[in-house]
């Protein structure tokens, strides 16, 4: 069937196609309330609107709840209510009580044949008021009614598409005749009526239906008009698997579509053109092998289309370029990015027809090349022929996800996110202060570029009007005073910003607009954190904003289609995910959705229009010399260098036990991201798969969010699919993994698959403290892994997450998550790392402490790995025959691994010959055997230490980086089983347990 859309009302005809207007003209206003700020209690704002001369075309809940309602045309019910979020925390003494204040509730009212004389009346049930719209232009609010509620302009939208299908990833382009075009990506499950996953009352005889496959991904094209999206094309067959998608018309007005598409192995860039309402066959864009997706497309002053994409080439992400020549023909791909390292999220722009100078078109994106993202450029002549690639911002801070745009004076204009140096370095619950977290201090970075080469910047900084994160925390501003940076930097201590993904336009009469996300931290759906578009425009020597987009809160990494179509102004095309306005469509339900109780999922991205747009003709920018230059040295830091020998000394290990070769590899498979409800500092998916290719330089790693999204489909089929778009064949492997959590005393686990398309186990009822035996649930989630070839991993295991061992599944469960980054070490009382009374984050189950359940008789090999906030101090080494998903999956099953904090070689074995065992496995003997130890760290080992039964019974004090030692027992019981492992700790506080071996002492009688 043909995507659902919505017909855009008589009042929302002039916002598509109506051409620019004075100020006075009659024009569509949308204007934000939002009320109960200071309410101390629930109250009632009920209310109505209305103007003159004009008319009110409709009004939305900004916040609504169920019993909320939008009760006429111009009139709304609706009330403030107590804050019901909680602060999360696994530390029972870093708990605080959240203060039980309302939070602020609100309408978007849209008003139509309005001018800036039009007088607007509001009534609420705790008073009224009146104001003229020329006292509130774009980038200003008021409060009114003693500062209990604020007013402020915002950008009038609609909503595009509204049905069961996922709406996402928007495209849009306008053609010759002024007609914009919007291309999208719909994923639509197999099942819609089947529930979400629920706690079952008994285990089910297998676990088919959780492999069986959703529908899947499909391209749809639609002309945007005054009724809606009209004449909607399917671009490709439903059922397959899209990754991202782009859009450009040529200059004869043939439509081209872009996308990547998994047809085999990787992901692939096609292309298809509609012309004159015939669609051409699909053109395949990107060529070799690995990985290629996340294409961007433009069309130059000749009517040519160029696009480009991310691929794999020698192993590490590239940038491509192809350009129309003539018809449906492409030149052949070039190479944009010349780095040895990995090259990110391409952005493309091409100089307007009437710009002076030459025609040019610029291909921008972000690096890891000397070890911290970096933004670069390349420019094109309209030929083809390619300019010199040079750095655009490569200061030692993160910059990255840049966009790009030319002025009417042929000015490029690049906006990208920027953060801190360290992004992504050493950072957990143990180590402070040295790295940055992923998702820290992000702040919009923004240059220009002259024609004849000079770096420009505006003279006031976009960041003076950011919005801030938390308006009830932070005290906003008087209505007339403008923050200036001192003022903005001082709030910016008590609420660190959250400002990402930037986009930048210019509409038709060369004005300059920018779009950015930011984090909305006064408000926490059950999904988890909600981010908005804003927007922004400068002209003389100020910005002028923020500028609400509404209905646009969604994850981060939402981004906006931009167009500017010739009557004026900017279209953006944008998908929602409706988390703010969610009790409103989530009916049957009486409160806020339940994401661990509700049976069907609303929260459903569904595309939305807005249009920003400024009547009076533009004041020239006035630009300066920019602060911050690009320099000529891309050489990587000292600390850079350092640790890329320490991580090429680890890839070139190897280890020879009874004539197999094995090789090491370093990664780990319990990484967060948004898709976790408790996942709004970890940052998008993307920033996942940049930390493990790029900052840790991983060999493998697995997602670990909670049920993939808490087992909403749509994050799951994501999460599999980026999880097959980053894989890089023989230098990063992806496996398939989410976190599962229940309670002491059944316990966290990740559950790890090594072939796509499993979806989370539902629950059995959580068994109680005092019973005796083995869980239920947890022997259901053994026969899982077992159908579907996977393993599992308990984590945190000491804590009140954590589980007291009732449960033993050697083959199934063969590792456990020893030290986790973001909280401590759970090898037994007094060991480095762990928990104590005198420290947070302690132990509150000391049953979980994993020297128990070896005391039980469990086989577990060691791993590490990081869990929330934490990064780049915590790693899974697998010591394998290569670097593929099977034997990866042979490393876990037979515990040939261990746990470090650092890039630490561990090889230790016991036994010789063909009677040498290695860690993980099991030896029997009639007397002692050697037990040989071999390790090579980052740096001097302060102390060796052999553990067996759960005892330190051998310590060395090396005082060297590598350490060559073997120690036999004194005191083998014949008759007995007992157990050995190595911990090595540097003089750095860096560590690595080696997994024990077990060794059986036959009685020589």
Known sequence: ????????????????????????????????????????????????????????????????????????????????????????????????????????????????????????????????????????????????????????????????????????????????????????????????????????????????????????????????????????????????????????????????????????????????????????????????????????????????????????????????????????????????????????????????????????????????????????????????????????????????????????????????????????????????GAGVGLLENREIGLVVRSPDGEWLETKESVRAIMPESDPLAVPRPKPDTRLNEAARAARHRIKKPYHNLSRLGVDASGRVWLLFRSRARDFRPPVGSMWLEWAAFYENDSWTGPILIPNSGNLLYSVPAVVAPPTGGLLLVYPTDHRQELSSRAAPYTGPFDVKTATTDPYVNDLFVARLEEPTPPAAAELVAATKKPTADTRPSEATIAERQNIAHARTARADVRGTEWELLRGEFHRHTEFSSDGGVDGPLEDMWRYAIDVADLDWVGNGDHDSGNDRPYPWWLIQKTTDAYYIPKRFTTVYSYERSRPYPEGHRNVIFFRRGIRPLPRLPIAKEADTGPAADTEMLYRYVEQFEGISAPHTSGTTMGTDWRNRSDEFEPVVEIYQGSRNSYEMPGAPRTATDKRMMKAERKEGFISNALAKGHRLGFISSSDHHSTHISYAMLWVKDASRESIRDAFRNRRVYAATDDIVADVRIGTGDDERFMGEELTTTEAQPLRIRLHGTGPFAKVVVVKDGKEVGTFTPGEESVSLDWTDPEPKAGATSHYYVRGEQEDGQLVWTSPIWVSYEDRS
């Open 1 to 432: 069937m043909p995507p659902s859309s919505s017909r855009l009302p008589a009042f929302l005809i002039a916002i598509f196609v109506a051409a620019s207007v004075s100020p006075a003209a009659a024009d569509t206003v949308a204007l934000k309330l939002r009320f109960g700020i200071l309410d101390e209690a629930s109250t009632n704002w009920s209310g109505k609107v209305d103007v003159h001369p004009g008319q009110v075309a409709g009004v939305r809940g900004w916040r609504f709840e169920v019993i909320d309602e939008v009760t006429g045309t111009g009139s709304w019910k609706a009330r403030t209510r107590a804050d019901a979020r909680q602060r999360r925390s696994n530390r029972p003494d870093a708990k605080r009580a959240v203060k039980n204040r309302p939070l602020d509730n609100g309408v978007i009212v849209t008003l139509e044949d309005v001018t800036n004389e039009s007088q607007v009346t509001v009534q609420t049930a705790q008073g009224g008021f009146e104001l003229k719209l020329s006292d509130l232009p774009y980038g200003t609010f008021r409060t009114e009614l003693g500062g209990r509620l604020e007013i402020e302009r915002v950008a009038p939208s609609r909503e595009l598409t509204a049905g069961p299908g996922n709406d996402d990833f928007p495209a849009a382009a306008v053609d010759g005749q002024g007609r914009t075009h919007v291309a999208w990506v719909r994923f639509s499950r197999a099942h819609p009526e089947r529930p979400r996953i629920q706690q079952l009352a008994s285990a089910p005889e297998n676990f088919d239906p959780l492999a069986e496959p959703p529908i899947g991904d499909q391209v749809w094209l639609a002309r945007l008009s005054a009724s809606g999206l009209e004449q909607e094309i399917a671009i490709t067959e439903p059922g397959r698997d899209i990754f991202r998608c782009a859009v450009a018309v040529d200059g004869t007005d043939r439509v081209w579509v872009f996308w990547a598409e998994k047809r085999g192995e990787f992901f692939e860039v096609w292309a298809r053109a509609l012309s004159d309402g015939t669609l051409g066959a699909p053109i395949r864009i990107s060529e070799g092998t690995g990985n290629a997706h996340s294409a961007v497309a433009t069309t130059d002053t000749a009517g040519r289309v160029w696009v480009a994409w991310q691929g794999v080439q020698n192993d590490v992400f590239r940038i491509f370029v192809r350009r129309q020549l003539q018809d449906s023909t492409f030149d052949a791909p070039q190479l944009v990015s010349p780095h040895a390292a990995s090259a990110w999220a391409p952005a493309i722009a091409a100089t307007r027809p009437e710009a002076p100078g030459d025609p040019r078109v610029a291909v921008v994106w972000d690096t890891y090349e000397k070890g911290d993202y970096d933004i670069w450029l390349r420019e094109y002549a309209v030929d083809g022929q390619a300019r010199d690639a040079e750095p655009v911002a490569n200061d030692p801070g993160y910059q990255a996800r840049v966009s790009a745009a030319y002025d009417a004076r042929s000015n490029l204009w690049l906006a990208w996110e920027e953060s801190s140096p360290t992004w992504g370095k050493d950072r957990g619950h143990h180590v402070r």
